[in-house]
């Protein structure tokens, strides 16, 4: 796995946060966390206590579209995760610093000092920190999967204890994903010109215009490489699910296709989900059944063991 600790050390303020208030285990909710904080705010998360008897792990969500991570009433998050609770997952609904303030760089150095600090207070939310899964969408499936290959152990060097802590996770679920944020240049990896049109996300990198409708994306070409997960494989990565429509307009399904045989070929065990007609979002409730069963049964089968 390798290392952004550049783009961490330069977007998070290194702070020794006081102990969290104990999660709940009877199903209700401790709102808005904070993990960290920059530029004066606060980085915060939920934590949906399951529904009956915890199992020990642990779920975090990367709330974020185009690297916009909008807060939602717990109240109104909470069905949104009723599958995973029902399992006796524990569930963490992370926020990042948002778009347009905040980059992709940002946003991935907000997400990894999450699971640090969820590692370093594992005990205090009743979770396994060994047996933590990290899951979304679009940009928060982008998220998911930096997560998964290229964390670190932490620096035993900080002064916040928070960076000493891992940032490892021990399974992913990526839907519809971005995967390489390169623009688009000869050492770009490029599909045939007779592939259907790309979204914006095209995987061999950016279309032009992509940085007009998602800002997050405009940041210096040098730290590109360093957020493109598809340079980041390697075989020590966790257990990953890929899951896409093959009718997606604005994330390339080919980013799915792209990361799954990088996967494959450096022997991380992986799987590939396409759901038939679906587009960006999984709008029809059959899509979001086949997309949340696949979840459910993947964090199933590697935190769990089933």
Known sequence: MRTLSRAIAATLVALCLAAPARAQTDGSVTADVVYGHKDGMALTFDVFAPTGQPNGAGILNMVSGGWVSRWRAPEEARGAYQALL??????????????????????????????????????????????????????????????????????????DPVLRASSRVAAVVANYPPVDLRMRSETSVRFPPELPEPGLFFAGGLVPGAADRFVAVDFEDELRASVSPILHVTSDDPPILLIHGDADALVDINNSRMMYAALRSTGVESDFVVIEGAGHGYRTPEDQAEASDALVGWFEQHLLGW
């Not at 980059?103 to 594992?122: C, G, K, Q, S, W």
Request: glycine content about 14%; hydrophobic content about 35%.
């Open 86 to 159: 029902d399992k006796g997952f524990t569930v963490f609904s992370v926020r990042h610093g948002s778009s347009p303030r905040f980059n992709v760089p940002e946003a991935y150095a907000d997400v990894t000092r999450a699971v640090r600090f969820i590692r370093l207070h594992a005990s205090t939310y009743g979770v396994d920190p060994a047996r933590l899964g990290v899951y979304g969408g679009s940009a928060g499936g982008h998220l998911s999967l930096m997560l998964g290959l290229a964390s670190d152990e932490g620096d035993p060097n900080a002064t």
